[in-house]
């Protein structure tokens, strides 16, 4: 199977934006050092301070599984009701490869 892309998108209650980001930014270092993520980017919209994405490659969904099941994302997912206006929103995508070199690869 190919590797698969993540989108995940959640907002930051207002006046949480800066909690949440922290948040966000604790988990990146740990999601490297997962052996099945191969990319794990942190965004801030530019036009909505409060929403923010995380774009990720996994080599599986059985490592995205994992993931999701790793203590500090777990930690994060428990903040949750206390930091987002809502349910974190996450899609998983099977990458559709057209072109060649690093530009068709996230």
């Known amino acids: ?5 993540v989108i995940a998108k959640a907002k930051a209650k207002p006046g949480r934006e800066g909690d949440l980001e922290r948040e966000l ?16 980017t942190l965004h801030r919209s530019l036009e909505d301070p409060a929403l923010f994405i ?11 599984d994992k993931h ?3 203590p500090h994302i777990q930690s994060l ?3 949750a009701a206390d930091l987002l ?11 559709l490869q057209e072109g060649q070199g690093e530009k068709s690869r996230i």
């Open 77 to 79: 997912l428990s903040k």
């Open 68 to 70: 999701f099941g790793a």
């Open 25 to 40: 930014r604790a988990i990146v270092g740990p999601t490297h050092a997962e052996s099945g993520c191969l990319r794990y």
């Open 85 to 95: 206006t809502g349910l974190p929103e996450i899609t998983v995508f099977q990458m």
């Open 1 to 5: 199977m190919p590797e698969l892309t």
């Open 54 to 64: 995380t774009i990720e490659r996994w080599v599986s969904k059985e490592a995205i």
